[in-house]
Protein backbone atom coordinates (compact mmCIF):
# COMPACT_ATOMS: atom_id res chain seq x y z
CA UNK A 1 0.00 0.00 0.00
CA UNK A 2 2.79 2.56 0.74
CA UNK A 3 4.33 1.81 -2.15
CA UNK A 4 1.41 2.50 -4.16
CA UNK A 5 1.08 5.60 -2.67
CA UNK A 6 4.45 6.85 -2.86
CA UNK A 7 4.36 5.85 -7.37
CA UNK A 8 0.81 7.33 -7.08
CA UNK A 9 2.28 10.92 -5.38
CA UNK A 10 5.87 10.67 -8.29
CA UNK A 11 3.25 10.42 -10.72
CA UNK A 12 1.05 13.11 -9.67
CA UNK A 13 4.63 15.07 -9.53
CA UNK A 14 5.28 13.70 -13.31
CA UNK A 15 1.85 15.78 -14.29
CA UNK A 16 2.76 18.59 -12.84
CA UNK A 17 6.25 18.76 -13.87
CA UNK A 18 5.29 21.46 -16.84
CA UNK A 19 4.28 23.36 -14.13
CA UNK A 20 6.80 23.18 -11.17
CA UNK A 21 9.95 23.34 -13.30
CA UNK A 22 10.84 26.59 -13.27
CA UNK A 23 11.40 25.86 -9.41
CA UNK A 24 13.54 23.15 -10.65
CA UNK A 25 15.67 24.67 -13.52
CA UNK A 26 19.21 24.58 -12.96
CA UNK A 27 18.99 26.63 -16.67
CA UNK A 28 16.44 29.55 -15.07
CA UNK A 29 18.69 29.61 -11.97
CA UNK A 30 21.41 31.00 -14.16
CA UNK A 31 19.40 33.18 -16.39
CA UNK A 32 17.70 34.84 -13.20
CA UNK A 33 21.16 34.94 -11.65
CA UNK A 34 22.29 36.92 -14.93
CA UNK A 35 19.40 39.67 -14.29
CA UNK A 36 20.49 39.79 -10.19
CA UNK A 37 17.80 38.03 -9.23
CA UNK A 38 17.21 35.32 -6.77
CA UNK A 39 14.14 33.19 -8.12
CA UNK A 40 12.03 29.92 -6.94
CA UNK A 41 14.66 27.83 -8.24
CA UNK A 42 17.26 28.75 -5.77
CA UNK A 43 14.61 29.27 -2.77
CA UNK A 44 13.66 25.71 -3.60
CA UNK A 45 17.10 24.49 -3.37
CA UNK A 46 18.35 25.99 -0.51
CA UNK A 47 15.02 24.39 1.11
CA UNK A 48 15.62 20.67 -0.06
CA UNK A 49 19.09 21.69 1.38
CA UNK A 50 17.34 21.92 4.62
CA UNK A 51 14.73 19.59 4.87
CA UNK A 52 17.32 17.16 3.57
CA UNK A 53 19.28 17.93 7.40
CA UNK A 54 16.01 16.04 9.26
CA UNK A 55 14.37 13.92 6.25
CA UNK A 56 17.58 13.01 4.03
CA UNK A 57 16.64 12.45 0.37
CA UNK A 58 12.91 12.14 0.72
CA UNK A 59 12.38 14.61 -1.58
CA UNK A 60 13.80 12.15 -4.18
CA UNK A 61 11.88 9.24 -3.21
CA UNK A 62 8.56 10.91 -2.89
CA UNK A 63 8.17 13.93 -5.11
CA UNK A 64 10.60 14.46 -7.05
CA UNK A 65 9.18 14.87 -10.89
CA UNK A 66 12.70 13.86 -12.68
CA UNK A 67 12.15 10.95 -10.10
CA UNK A 68 9.29 9.64 -11.67
CA UNK A 69 10.39 10.27 -15.73
CA UNK A 70 13.48 8.36 -14.60
CA UNK A 71 11.01 5.35 -13.23
CA UNK A 72 9.00 5.41 -15.95
CA UNK A 73 12.50 4.90 -18.14
CA UNK A 74 13.32 2.39 -16.12
CA UNK A 75 10.31 0.17 -16.49
CA UNK A 76 11.92 0.05 -20.12
CA UNK A 77 15.55 -0.73 -18.97
CA UNK A 78 15.94 -1.88 -15.75
CA UNK A 79 19.24 -2.72 -15.56
CA UNK A 80 21.52 -1.64 -12.86
CA UNK A 81 23.18 1.92 -12.56
CA UNK A 82 25.79 2.29 -9.70
CA UNK A 83 29.62 2.58 -9.05
CA UNK A 84 31.83 5.04 -7.99
CA UNK A 85 32.45 6.70 -11.22
CA UNK A 86 28.98 6.60 -12.47
CA UNK A 87 28.30 9.13 -8.78
CA UNK A 88 30.73 11.14 -8.89
CA UNK A 89 30.19 12.61 -11.91
CA UNK A 90 27.40 14.51 -10.54
CA UNK A 91 29.49 16.31 -8.28
CA UNK A 92 31.62 17.67 -10.92
CA UNK A 93 28.49 18.80 -13.17
CA UNK A 94 27.08 20.12 -9.44
CA UNK A 95 30.41 22.21 -8.19
CA UNK A 96 31.24 23.63 -11.81
CA UNK A 97 27.49 24.99 -11.90
CA UNK A 98 26.75 26.31 -8.44
CA UNK A 99 30.26 28.26 -8.59
CA UNK A 100 29.30 29.80 -11.91
CA UNK A 101 25.92 30.76 -10.12
CA UNK A 102 27.64 32.20 -7.51
CA UNK A 103 29.86 34.21 -9.66
CA UNK A 104 26.66 35.47 -11.04
CA UNK A 105 25.28 36.27 -8.06
CA UNK A 106 28.39 38.30 -6.69
CA UNK A 107 29.16 40.14 -10.45
CA UNK A 108 25.31 40.95 -10.12
CA UNK A 109 24.73 42.12 -6.63
CA UNK A 110 22.52 43.31 -5.10
CA UNK A 111 20.52 40.91 -5.59
CA UNK A 112 16.77 40.90 -5.70
CA UNK A 113 14.57 38.25 -4.72
CA UNK A 114 11.66 37.30 -6.96
CA UNK A 115 10.23 33.32 -6.74
CA UNK A 116 8.28 33.91 -9.59
CA UNK A 117 10.73 35.27 -11.84
CA UNK A 118 10.22 34.25 -15.35
CA UNK A 119 7.25 32.26 -14.49
CA UNK A 120 6.21 33.86 -18.07
CA UNK A 121 8.52 31.59 -19.64
CA UNK A 122 6.97 31.15 -23.23
CA UNK A 123 7.82 28.92 -25.58
CA UNK A 124 11.46 29.16 -25.39
CA UNK A 125 10.78 28.48 -21.70
CA UNK A 126 9.22 25.29 -22.33
CA UNK A 127 11.63 23.94 -25.26
CA UNK A 128 13.91 23.92 -21.85
CA UNK A 129 11.63 21.89 -20.03
CA UNK A 130 11.20 19.10 -23.27
CA UNK A 131 14.42 19.44 -23.71
CA UNK A 132 15.12 18.71 -19.40
CA UNK A 133 12.13 15.79 -19.58
CA UNK A 134 13.91 14.44 -22.59
CA UNK A 135 17.31 13.88 -21.52
CA UNK A 136 16.04 12.65 -17.98
CA UNK A 137 14.23 10.25 -19.58
CA UNK A 138 16.50 9.53 -22.64
CA UNK A 139 19.99 9.32 -20.28
CA UNK A 140 17.96 6.92 -17.93
CA UNK A 141 16.91 4.67 -21.10
CA UNK A 142 20.78 4.40 -22.34
CA UNK A 143 21.90 4.11 -18.43
CA UNK A 144 19.66 2.34 -16.34
CA UNK A 145 17.87 2.78 -13.19
CA UNK A 146 17.51 6.01 -11.89
CA UNK A 147 20.54 6.77 -14.27
CA UNK A 148 20.25 10.32 -14.26
CA UNK A 149 19.44 10.81 -10.20
CA UNK A 150 23.12 8.95 -10.08
CA UNK A 151 25.42 10.59 -12.67
CA UNK A 152 23.59 14.05 -13.76
CA UNK A 153 20.97 15.41 -10.81
CA UNK A 154 21.88 18.99 -9.82
CA UNK A 155 19.29 18.77 -7.10
CA UNK A 156 20.94 15.84 -5.32
CA UNK A 157 24.15 17.21 -4.18
CA UNK A 158 22.43 19.83 -2.29
CA UNK A 159 20.78 17.08 -0.14
CA UNK A 160 23.66 15.07 0.22
CA UNK A 161 25.09 18.01 2.03
CA UNK A 162 22.49 18.13 4.42
CA UNK A 163 22.81 14.67 5.48
CA UNK A 164 25.76 15.03 5.73
CA UNK A 165 25.37 18.71 7.83
CA UNK A 166 23.28 16.73 9.66
CA UNK A 167 25.82 13.62 10.72
CA UNK A 168 28.26 16.53 11.54
CA UNK A 169 26.29 17.89 14.04
CA UNK A 170 24.58 15.01 15.26
CA UNK A 171 21.54 16.22 14.24
CA UNK A 172 19.08 13.29 14.45
CA UNK A 173 17.89 12.50 10.62
CA UNK A 174 15.66 9.90 8.63
CA UNK A 175 17.65 6.88 7.69
CA UNK A 176 17.42 2.74 7.54
CA UNK A 177 18.19 0.09 10.28
CA UNK A 178 19.19 -3.17 10.02
CA UNK A 179 18.80 -6.55 11.80
CA UNK A 180 20.83 -8.59 10.74
CA UNK A 181 20.43 -11.49 12.56
CA UNK A 182 16.97 -11.44 11.02
CA UNK A 183 18.59 -11.13 7.16
CA UNK A 184 18.21 -14.82 5.73
CA UNK A 185 20.43 -13.34 2.67
CA UNK A 186 17.52 -13.66 0.15
CA UNK A 187 18.83 -10.21 -2.35
CA UNK A 188 15.37 -9.30 -2.43
CA UNK A 189 16.00 -5.95 -1.02
CA UNK A 190 18.88 -5.77 -3.83
CA UNK A 191 16.00 -6.66 -6.64
CA UNK A 192 13.55 -3.79 -5.39
CA UNK A 193 16.08 -0.87 -5.18
CA UNK A 194 15.38 1.36 -7.70
CA UNK A 195 19.11 3.36 -6.56
CA UNK A 196 20.61 -0.18 -7.60
CA UNK A 197 22.38 0.10 -4.15
CA UNK A 198 23.92 -3.36 -2.55
CA UNK A 199 21.16 -3.20 0.62
CA UNK A 200 22.07 -6.86 1.49
CA UNK A 201 25.63 -5.88 1.79
CA UNK A 202 24.53 -2.91 3.59
CA UNK A 203 22.49 -4.72 6.00
CA UNK A 204 24.74 -7.47 6.99
CA UNK A 205 27.21 -4.67 7.66
CA UNK A 206 25.16 -2.89 9.96
CA UNK A 207 25.13 0.07 8.92
CA UNK A 208 22.63 1.28 5.77
CA UNK A 209 23.99 4.69 5.80
CA UNK A 210 24.34 5.50 1.78
CA UNK A 211 24.34 9.09 0.06
CA UNK A 212 22.66 7.38 -2.80
CA UNK A 213 19.12 6.09 -0.67
CA UNK A 214 16.63 7.97 -1.52
CA UNK A 215 14.64 6.78 1.46
CA UNK A 216 11.39 5.15 -0.99
CA UNK A 217 11.96 2.52 1.56
CA UNK A 218 11.23 -0.43 -1.24
CA UNK A 219 13.88 -2.51 0.71
CA UNK A 220 11.55 -2.06 3.70
CA UNK A 221 8.57 -2.67 2.35
CA UNK A 222 10.26 -5.73 0.08
CA UNK A 223 11.92 -7.96 2.60
CA UNK A 224 10.02 -11.18 3.50
CA UNK A 225 11.81 -10.58 7.31
CA UNK A 226 11.20 -7.15 8.18
CA UNK A 227 15.24 -7.12 8.64
CA UNK A 228 14.74 -3.00 7.61
CA UNK A 229 13.27 -0.76 9.41
CA UNK A 230 13.17 3.39 9.42
CA UNK A 231 12.90 5.69 11.34
CA UNK A 232 14.88 8.93 12.83
CA UNK A 233 18.44 8.88 14.84
CA UNK A 234 22.09 10.07 14.60
CA UNK A 235 24.57 8.24 12.59
CA UNK A 236 25.31 4.99 13.09
CA UNK A 237 28.98 4.04 14.66
CA UNK A 238 30.30 1.21 12.71
CA UNK A 239 30.06 -2.21 13.43
CA UNK A 240 32.77 -4.16 12.97
S1 LIG B 1 15.27 -8.69 1.65
FE1 LIG B 1 15.55 -8.78 3.89
S2 LIG B 1 16.08 -10.91 4.30
FE2 LIG B 1 16.36 -10.61 2.11
S3 LIG B 1 18.54 -10.02 1.89
FE3 LIG B 1 17.40 -8.10 2.09
S4 LIG B 1 17.43 -7.64 4.28
FE4 LIG B 1 18.00 -9.79 4.08
S1 LIG C 1 18.28 1.41 0.01
FE1 LIG C 1 16.05 1.04 0.30
S2 LIG C 1 15.19 3.04 0.80
FE2 LIG C 1 17.25 3.40 -0.08
S3 LIG C 1 16.89 3.72 -2.26
FE3 LIG C 1 17.30 1.53 -2.02
S4 LIG C 1 15.28 0.58 -1.74
FE4 LIG C 1 15.02 2.80 -1.44
Redesign the pocket.
Known amino acids: MRQKIRKGILAYSAILFPVTFIFLSPYIIIVSAMMGVINGSAIMFAFLFLFSIVGS?LYC?WLCPGGAVQDMAGNANSRPWYGRFKILSKYIIWIIWFSFVIFLWIKNGPLKINPLNMFSVGLAGFLVYFAVASIIYFFTLATGKRGMCHSICWMAPFMVLGGKTADLLHIPRFR?KADREACIACGQ?DK??????G?QK?VQRGN?D?T?????????D?CPKKA?S?GISRKQKKIS
Do not use: Q
Not at 192 to 197: D, G, N, V
Not at 212 to 220: A, F, G, H, R
Open positions: RGLCKCPMSIVMMNECICCLECVGIF
